[in-house]
């Protein structure tokens, strides 16, 4: 269901029509407040605590994801934050007014300026998709409508279908036009749960890109609710990481895909090949080489993540002066598929204590050793972590 729920033309600044897309255009300087500012939210179901301590802001233009695993409370945080749940435990803020407070003032959804987008496009059936995006617009003189349905339904590439009725669109290009109709009123922020998913894998992608591409249009802060750590990031400046009702880490994509804090950050964005083992003069010895452990005391049982990516292969016949030089660890190939973009290798590699462990390296493009291939193992220590065990 995509809902536009509140009109935001009473909302300062005007529309801004054919700005370039600009994603340092998040705001990050000091001076400027947060669209949305989420404070230390709690929220029980009956006994069931469902949200825990969870704090998060959302600057003029910036898309926030939500991310992490079924029922880890995503969806209560959003539904707050749209006033579909009352306020139990902290405070909300939106354009530096109070949304809610705990037992005293709730904004209804209706009237907060906020453009609502859920998994489902909810169209009304007996209007034009034109009339559909123009719905909430109600402000506006019918030729001002009219032009701002048109720039939405333009963004969103379905200017082409502006006559047409909803039955007649596909499920994608509904989803584009509840888009369009949410976008429409101009809201000071944008709340979508799970927009695309469900849209096939090929239009995903395109449909992701084109509301990319219209959010960063205009000043809305944008909150989007994704189980899916490539969606979150594809489209987001920052990324709120959920577990069991908290913020695990909080942050930019890259923060969180290359300065994890916790084992369960490195494990979301994909399997990873893993050991135990103590800390000796700053890096712990694996298989694949060792790793560093510049956190960690000396001695210490650490927990070491290494994602495929991070082993890079070289067959043993062309890696000879990487041998002579720098010794590295070798491996024999079990397995080689290709995933597409990239080729997955199964290798097998000594323990060190006379067996041998499984390995997974993900290389890029089409690389298919034969079956029994020696390679020498190289790891780039960017993609590998170790955690106290
Ligand atoms: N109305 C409700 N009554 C009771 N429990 C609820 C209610 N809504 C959600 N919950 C529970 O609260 C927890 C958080 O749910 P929420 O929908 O916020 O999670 P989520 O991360 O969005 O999950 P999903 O990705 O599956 O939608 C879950 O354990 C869920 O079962």
Request: hydrophobic residues 45%.
């Amino acid at each position: 269901m995509w809902l536009p729920i509140a009109s935001s033309l009473d909302v300062p600044g005007p529309l801004t029509m054919n700005q370039p897309f600009n994603a340092s255009r998040t705001c990050t300087a000091a001076s400027v407040s947060p669209r949305l500012d989420v404070r230390r939210l709690h929220h029980r179901y009956a006994e069931h605590v469902a949200v825990e301590e969870v704090s998060l802001e959302v600057m003029p233009g910036e898309v926030v994801c939500l991310l992490g695993p079924s029922g880890c409370g995503k969806t209560t945080v959003l539904r707050l934050v749209a006033g579909l749940e009352r306020l139990q435990h902290g405070e909300l803020y939106l354009g530096g007014e109070a949304l809610s407070t705990v037992g005293g003032r709730h904004v209804p959804p209706e009237k907060r300026s906020v453009g609502l987008a859920f998994q489902e496009a909810a169209l009304f059936p007996h209007l034009s998709v034109l009339d559909n995006v123009a719905f909430g617009l109600d402000g506006l003189p019918a030729s001002q409508r009219r032009a701002r349905a048109r720039h939405w339904l333009d963004q969103l590439g379905m200017a082409a279908r502006a006559e047409s009725y909803p039955h007649q669109l596909s499920g994608g290009q509904q989803q584009r036009v509840a888009l369009a109709r949410a976008l429409a009123p101009s809201p000071q922020l944008m709340l979508l749960d799970e927009p695309f998913s469900s849209l096939d894998a090929r239009l995903r992608e395109q449909i992701r890109d084109d509301t990319l591409h219209a959010l960063k249009q205009g000043e809305a802060g944008t909150l989007l609710v994704t189980h899916d750590p490539e969606e979150a990031m594809f489209m987001a400046d920052r990324i709120a990481l959920m577990r069991e009702g908290r913020v695990v880490q909080w942050g930019t994509p890259y923060q969180l895909y290359c300065q994890p804090q916790d084992p369960f950050v490195v494990t979301f964005f994909g399997a990873v090949n893993e050991w135990s083992g103590d800390v000796r003069n700053g890096a712990v010895a694996t298989p694949a080489g060792a790793v560093a452990a510049p956190t960690l005391a000396e001695g210490a049982r650490a927990r070491v993540m290494i994602r495929p990516e991070a082993i890079r292969v070289t067959p043993l016949a062309h890696a000879a002066s990487a041998v002579e030089t720098s010794a590295p660890r070798h491996a024999r190939v079990v397995m080689a598929k290709l995933l597409g973009r990239s080729s997955l290798l199964h290798l097998a590699a000594a323990d060190g204590g006379g067996g041998e462990v499984h390995l997974h390296a993900q290389v890029p493009g089409v690389f298919l050793p034969d079956v029994g291939t020696s390679l020498a193992l190289e790891l780039d220590a960017s993609q590998c972590f170790a955690f106290p065990a």
